[in-house]
């Protein structure tokens, strides 16, 4: 199982920049593996951990960690899109 810090260093050795956002965003995935996160969900707790913060740099980061095939978007018949960790499962 990774930590925090391992996919820290996967997004640094992408030339990705460590923002808060981005970090408090990782630890809330690696916080939830088990479950499919809706991007409700995530944003009402991003705005909840940073205030300020809005849904279009949210979905940009979810962005940048699909794009690194941290996580993975689902879309789930009749509930919508969810997005789950798969880091470890490759």
Same mark, same amino acid.
């Given at each position: 199982?990774? %930590?925090?810090?391992?996919?820290?260093?996967?997004? %640094?050795?992408?030339?990705? !920049?460590?923002?808060?956002? !981005?970090?408090?965003?990782?630890?809330?995935?690696?916080?939830?593996?088990?479950? $499919? *996160?809706?991007?409700?969900?995530?944003?009402?707790?991003?705005? %909840?951990?940073?205030? /300020?913060?809005? !849904?279009?740099?949210?979905?940009?980061?979810?962005?940048? *960690?699909?794009?690194?095939?941290?996580?993975?978007?689902?879309?789930?018949? %009749?509930? /919508?899109?969810?997005? $789950?960790?798969?880091?470890?499962?490759?």
């Amino acid at each position: 199982m990774r %930590k925090h810090r391992d996919l820290i260093a996967v997004l %640094k050795s992408n030339q990705m !920049r460590i923002t808060p956002a !981005r970090r408090l965003l990782v630890q809330y995935v690696l916080d939830n593996q088990s479950r $499919q *996160l809706s991007l409700n969900e995530i944003q009402d707790f991003m705005v %909840k951990h940073m205030a /300020g913060i809005d !849904r279009s740099s949210i979905y940009r980061n979810i962005e940048t *960690l699909k794009s690194l095939d941290i996580i993975q978007e689902l879309k789930v018949p %009749k509930i /919508g899109k969810r997005f $789950q960790y798969v880091f470890d499962q490759k």
